[in-house]
């Protein structure tokens, strides 16, 4: 199996950046697509952003597009998720996943890190 440890976050205010690592082991990381999942209080883990094995796919949640970037460094074994101009809405929970094939749906995901809490402030 793969395991998927998190780092990064914190707590910000509102119009900072923070950036979330996810670092794989344990199988060939560069076989999968990875995403970000996210869950905020009071709601469902809804998708954030996905990227493809060889990074040449993105999608991106319409709520975080032109804020946040995702990009993976395959020598590195690890995906990023670079968070601009954040929001009190964007707190959370942030969940770094892999698939075989890239996907907007929990479900279709195999392995998930711990999670790792975002807070923005007003």
């Known amino acids: 199996q793969v395991q998927l440890v998190e780092s990064g976050g914190g707590l910000v205010q509102a119009g900072g950046s923070l950036r979330l690592s996810c670092a794989a082991s344990?199988?060939?990381?560069?076989?999968?697509?990875m995403g970000w999942f996210r869950q905020a209080p009071g709601k469902e883990r809804e998708f954030v952003a996905g990227?493809?094995?060889?990074?040449?796919?993105?999608y991106y949640a319409d709520f975080v597009k032109g804020r946040f970037t995702i990009s993976r460094d395959n020598a590195k074994n690890t995906v990023y998720l670079q968070m601009n101009s954040l929001k009190p809405e964007d707190t959370a929970v942030y969940y770094c996943?892999?698939?075989?094939?890239?996907?907007?749906?929990?479900?279709?995901?195999?392995?998930w890190g711990q999670g790792r809490q975002v807070t923005v402030s007003s």
């Open positions: 996943a892999a698939t075989r094939f890239i996907a907007t749906t929990s479900d279709e995901y195999d392995y």
């Open positions: 344990g199988r060939t990381f560069s076989s999968y697509a």
């Open positions: 990227i493809s094995w060889s990074g040449g796919s993105t």
